[in-house]
């Protein structure tokens, strides 16, 4: 590659992630106002919280990608050419990046001190003055660090449907890092390199022209920030009380907060202790997973007077479910390694080295490359092997999942009690009996609720880890036998196929232009991910919070 | 005999420029019970904290019975302010915990673990977690567990300030019945307070700190027959001599 050749493609690069990064930002500053809308309405209408939040609580572990190409069907539909693919694309982005921002909101304000709520009745404020002067400000600090978890959930979306939408060339987004990698295939390592390096740049950039000063102006609204005082001097003997005692006082930091969140909530560590008592508290542990069976309940009914009012799907629902069962053993094959490997190294950061905020901000930038974008990388390589289908899939579900569960325990590590390494020293407990006692335990709030955000994240991957197409169609010759399971098992496509998948069939449903196979198959997959959470997740989220609180 | 020596302790804030501790030495004698008090942020807790091994400190020197602590000792045990229970295990798992450095059997570490919480009035929780009990329970717990490593020396950081007036109060007079019971190894025992009356209601010898820089202001020993009630002439007189002391700074 000449200098010239190498110039025009860093312009092509720049104007292509741009184009991306414009997506993000419009779908980031939609998703911020909808939630402090949303958020805070939750949060002071009794009856508005009960509804959104459970409802809330199941769009954040749904495939939202799965929906992709109804969204595309519908939104290039209703609006011309490239206006309705980007506005699919940018909607897309927005249902990965809401959901987390209308908990951090929500909980923002329901925390808030009964005294401040008192105030504003005894002053008269206005509903306006209210949302202007209490909620919104007391909001910001955790919309911004929950921002910043969104944008990397955002561009793994992004990417991935920008790649997605290449693989059809009907519904196909012009400019795009995710159109850049989706086209260039693995031929060319430089170009691929120089784009992969192009897009961490951004991200770096971003993280520390955007967010950063975000955070720093609002840090003045967060109410921990007040605690500050220096703090003690290190002499490594024992580090554990100093160490302690220094993240009690410098607080949380960025994007852990979501981990620090859900371990608050299970923990509820004692940095509490001394706060006046929230508000609407009481309320909160009331909204509870009524909704949640409400809501798996509708949709096993709306699959079963589907499958009665027109019997001829039948046969759609058979293939389906062998799809499913078949991605199901990869995401959970995928996951469980993640697992083992993640819960020995976040052991190791948490309890051993104390650095663990370091290797957040280290993990973040990783974390934030999509792993789709090594799909063109692997693909062909990959393929030259038998089943070299099904390593790129547990790749990318491996990649998909376990930084989910890292940075999940990691930030929950904040929440553990603070004085578990003085125990452990004063008592000298080590070894096996500090692996069981404490180690793996102190963890588990953390690895469950990464747990379910992780297999959340396989299953969105699935549609581009189990059929990966390139730049080719796919060609209409599977069509008529899309209900023959040897037919989707021996269909390859151009690029990356694994036998059988949901991913896949999805895909190719969407290909052939069959929606009600596409739908029927979203259907399930959700109702199977709803019962998943409600009866595996829900159940031991529970049981530990209950012990843990 | 000498249980602990603290030997011209000095200490600084991670800076280096803030001086906590200047100079601090005293001493605890076999069979005594001694407290130190003073001003909030003279670092009581973590001189409590180097006399225990878990910091170290810029300068000067901790003895346990004359050998120098370099890190956690086997012989002295610590009793939390906040408790420090994990909130994952059973009590009688916590308890156990103390006798994680005993090379015994897991039937005695619950034999005894079951006759320490029935001492303590806490038979029939041994199943329950902490978040189940009061912080005076969990207190109880939290001392158990600390009993239960066999500890010559007994360090106490402020454990009765986590919990109500009431039951602080009974539990303080638990403790101290519990330890004149002579089958307990603990000879000693170090305790951090910021409440004078309980100090001089419990204690052999009192060692009054300055406010930051932290030096040793007054070492007294109080003689006085137990019970001691606050409303007794001489219990008056010395509480005021030490708020007296206290508010010099």
């Known amino acids: 590659m000449d200098f010239y050749a190498a110039l025009s493609l860093l312009r092509m690069l720049v104007l292509d992630t741009g184009a991306s990064w414009v997506r993000m930002f419009i779908a980031l500053g939609i998703s911020i106002i909808l939630s402090l809308i949303l958020g805070i309405y939750a949060a002071i209408s009794e009856r508005f919280g009960r509804i959104i939040i459970p409802i809330v609580d199941i769009f954040q572990t749904l495939p939202i990608l799965a929906f992709f190409p109804i969204v595309i069907v519908v939104f290039v539909g209703i609006l011309p050419g490239y206006i309705g693919i980007n506005a699919a694309v940018i909607f897309l982005i927005i249902t990965s990046m809401i959901w987390n921002i209308i908990f951090g909101v929500y909980e923002s304000v329901i925390v808030l001190p009964s005294e401040v709520m008192e105030m504003a009745e005894l002053y008269g404020l206005s509903t306006w003055q209210r949302f202007k002067k209490i909620f919104i400000p007391a909001s910001m600090p955790r919309v911004v660090q929950q921002s910043i978890l969104s944008w990397s959930i955002g561009l793994f979306y992004l990417v991935t449907s920008e790649i997605f939408s290449t693989g059809v060339s009907q519904y196909k987004v012009t400019y795009g890092i995710g159109v850049f990698f989706g086209t260039i295939g693995s031929s060319n390592l430089a170009e691929y390199l120089l784009g992969i390096a192009v897009f961490i740049v951004f991200v770096i950039a971003t993280r520390l022209l955007f967010f950063k000063p975000l955070e720093n102006y609002f840090s003045r609204y967060s109410r921990q920030q007040s605690t500050s005082a220096g703090y003690l001097r290190i002499h490594n003997i024992v580090h554990a009380p100093i160490r302690f005692i220094r993240k009690r006082v410098t607080g949380p930091t960025r994007i852990q907060d979501m981990g620090i969140r859900i371990g608050r909530v299970i923990l509820k560590p004692r940095l509490k202790k001394n706060e006046p008592k929230p508000i609407y508290v009481k309320r909160k542990s009331r909204t509870g997973s009524r909704t949640k069976y409400a809501t798996a309940a509708i949709l096993l009914a709306v699959l079963i007077i589907l499958l009665y009012l027109y019997p001829q799907i039948l046969p759609y629902e058979y293939i389906i479910i062998v799809n499913l069962a078949f991605s199901f053993a990869r995401v959970w094959f995928a996951f469980l390694v993640a697992l083992a490997i993640s819960i020995p190294v976040c052991v190791y950061l948490i309890f051993m080295t104390r650095q663990t905020s370091k290797y957040v901000l280290l993990f973040q930038i990783i974390a934030s490359i999509p792993a789709t974008i090594l799909l063109p990388l692997i693909v062909a390589p990959l393929s030259a092997y038998q089943y070299g289908a099904e390593y790129t899939a547990f790749i990318v579900f491996f990649l998909s999942s376990i930084w989910y569960i890292i940075f999940s325990a990691l930030g929950a590590s904040k929440a553990i009690p603070n004085s578990i390494d003085e125990v452990k020293n004063i008592f000298g407990v080590r070894g096996r009996e500090a692996w069981q006692k404490i180690y793996l335990k102190a963890i588990m709030p953390g690895l469950i609720t990464g747990a379910v955000t992780a297999i959340a994240a396989e299953w969105n991957a699935s549609i581009v880890a189990e059929f990966f197409n390139g730049s080719g169609n796919i060609s209409s010759a599977i069509c008529p036998s899309i209900t023959s399971l040897s037919a989707i098992s021996h269909f390859t496509g151009s690029g990356n196929a694994v036998s059988l998948g949901i991913g896949k069939l999805l895909d190719i449903s969407l290909s052939c232009n069959n929606i009600t196979l596409m739908l029927i198959a979203i259907v399930n997959l959700s109702v199977m991910i709803i019962l998943i959470n409600i009866f595996v997740w829900k159940r031991l989220y529970n049981k530990t919070s209950a012990i843990y609180r | ?249």
């Not at chain 2, 329950?128 to 950081?157: E, F, H, T, W």
């Not at chain 2, 100090?199 to 932290?214: C, G, W």
Request: hydrophobic share 40%; proline share 4%.
């Open chain 2, 1 to 249: 005999m000498e249980m602990i020596n603290v030997e011209n302790i000095s200490f600084s804030f991670e800076d280096g420029i803030t001086r906590i501790m200047d100079g601090i030495s005293f001493n605890v004698e076999e069979d005594e019970f001694v407290s130190i008090i003073g001003p909030s942020g003279c670092g009581k807790s973590t001189m409590l904290r180097i006399i225990a091994g878990l910091i170290k400190p810029d300068g000067g020197k901790v003895f346990y019975m004359g050998k120098e602590v370099s890190g956690p000792v086997r012989g002295i045990s610590f009793v939390f302010q906040d408790f420090a229970l994990l909130p994952w295990l059973t009590i009688i798992e916590n308890v156990k915990l103390g006798f994680s450095l005993i090379n015994i059997t897991e039937e005695e570490k619950n034999r005894r673990s079951t006759l320490l919480l029935d001492s303590f009035g806490l038979s029939g929780f041994e199943n329950s977690y902490p978040n189940a009990l009061s912080g005076g329970m969990k207190q109880r717990v939290g001392i158990a567990r600390a009993l239960a490593s066999d500890p010559n020396v007994l360090l106490m950081d402020e454990p009765f300030s986590a919990l109500d007036q009431l039951t602080a109060d009974t539990l303080r007079s638990d403790i101290i019945y519990q330890l004149k019971n002579k089958d307990l190894p603990v000879k000693s025992v170090i305790m951090v307070t910021h409440n004078v009356e309980e100090a001089i209601e419990l204690s052999d010898k009192m060692v009054i700190l300055s406010a930051k820089p932290s030096h040793v202001k007054e070492v007294i020993n109080v003689n006085m027959p137990r019970p001691r009630s606050k409303r007794s002439r001489k219990v008056a007189a010395l509480m005021d001599h030490i708020y007296a002391e206290l508010a010099k700074d």
